[in-house]
């Protein structure tokens, strides 16, 4: 369900989308039972959909978690393309292995654990599609590591923009330029520099609220 649409508007996308495939179906129920932060569904598909219409090859997560996001972009993915996951927890990615071994996405598929800018920092781009969520105070740390690796026409995504680490008001004033609190303030910092060029920049109110960028230098 999305934190951040009303009910009524929340159950009309849902009812509008397609029922994930049974894995998906699993991780979605994994999450919620695990109290794992996930984007949800709804969410999960449009980054799916992102990864297609962007013809994406290679994407990197700063934060991955138990590999829900990737699952839905992974299938986006060319047969020899790559995804890389990150996360603190090995034991994440553990799981996030073993669900993707079942989507069969697995080989597309590599599993970094340890510090996510550690990781990319020793890796080589160009990326197409990067998702940013990890620390909120390092979202804008995040981008300015990425962006020497994006692809002309990349997208970056990140997620949490809209509820989540901080509430809505105080996300509110943080755009404002009063932050109340700390991930407020790094999203909002996040959100100053993707909103002018070289980013065109909409802000998606699906799960809690996702910034979509693409970049063109």
């Not at 998906?24 to 799916?48: C, K, N, Q, S, W």
């Not at 990615?93 to 598929?109: N, P, S, V």
Request: charged residues 30%; negative net charge.
């Amino acid at each position: 369900m999305s934190d951040v649409l009303t009910d009524a508007a929340a159950d009309a996308v849902r009812a509008g989308n397609a029922d994930p495939d049974p894995v998906l179906a699993e991780m979605t129920d994994y999450g919620r039972d695990e109290h794992f932060p996930i984007v949800g569904p709804d969410a999960g598909r449009f980054l799916r959909l992102l990864a297609r219409l962007t013809g994406a090859e290679r994407v990197f997560e700063f934060g991955s978690g138990f590999g829900y996001s990737a699952a839905w972009v992974a299938d986006a993915l060319p047969a020899d393309g790559e995804l890389v996951l990150t996360d603190f927890d090995p034991e994440n990615l553990q799981k996030a292995r073993e669900f993707l071994d079942q989507t069969g996405d697995i080989e597309k598929c590599v599993f970094e654990a340890g510090d996510a800018f550690e990781t990319f920092d020793a890796r080589d781009g160009p990326y197409d599609l990067v998702f940013v969520d990890c620390q909120k105070t390092r979202y804008a740390e995040a981008l300015d590591r990425a962006v020497p690796e994006l692809r002309d026409g990349a997208v970056v995504v990140a997620d949490n923009v809209l509820d989540g680490p901080a509430s809505p008001a105080d996300l509110r004033d943080a755009f404002a330029g009063d932050a109340p609190s700390d991930a407020a303030a790094g999203i909002a910092e996040y959100v100053e520099k993707v909103r002018s060029a070289p980013f065109e920049t909409a802000i998606v109110p699906l799960g809690e609220g996702l910034s979509v960028s693409r970049y063109s230098p």
